[in-house]
């Protein structure tokens, strides 16, 4: 609805000087874009979360990540540095106390392999994931283990072509790594394991 305001800014401003109105004094043009470009990365986080034919949970860590990376960022002019600073700071609030991101969050966005470093968060916040991952993996083992022999699936199959990474998100791309891995999980992070 704003772009649309701000694409027809002229025709309304006239419209309202012909009929004398008092509100178009209270109508900046530049707030108006300020405010557009303030708000189109939660209009892209929200069509991308909401899109159906394909699955959305891994976007979320990625979303609410990039969301507040631009929340940091700088006010986009100098005269409305006040007023779209506020707006960011109640937006961060409202962020940090709304989306709350869980553990299905955190290992849907690590069992992306283009993802599963986990660049976008704080390297505490990575550890914890791995760790939680771990006990994850630890109690899928035991439980397999228990169950006894089942039948599985052994054909061997060729491995996948690499996808290209997510424009928004090419800072948090996984990059190649020499570390030599301890464990299944670390095989897993660093590209080492073959499936």
Known sequence: MLRSVSSQFEEIETLL???NNPIKESVNKSTLKDLIEYLQPFKD???ALEEEKRPTLPLVV???SALRKNLEAAPVSAVEAVKIEKL???TRHFLNTKLKISLLHNTATSLWPQFHQLRMLPEDERLEVYAQVRELLACI???MSQGGEDET????REPALKKRCLGLFLDWCDEEDDKTPTDEMEEYLHGKKEY
């Open 45 to 47: 986080a929200s069509d």
């Open 62 to 64: 990625l979303y609410a």
């Open 17 to 19: 000087e012909s009929r």
């Open 153 to 156: 699936n052994n054909d061997v």
């Open 141 to 143: 083992i035991e439980a």
């Open 88 to 90: 960011k700071a109640r």
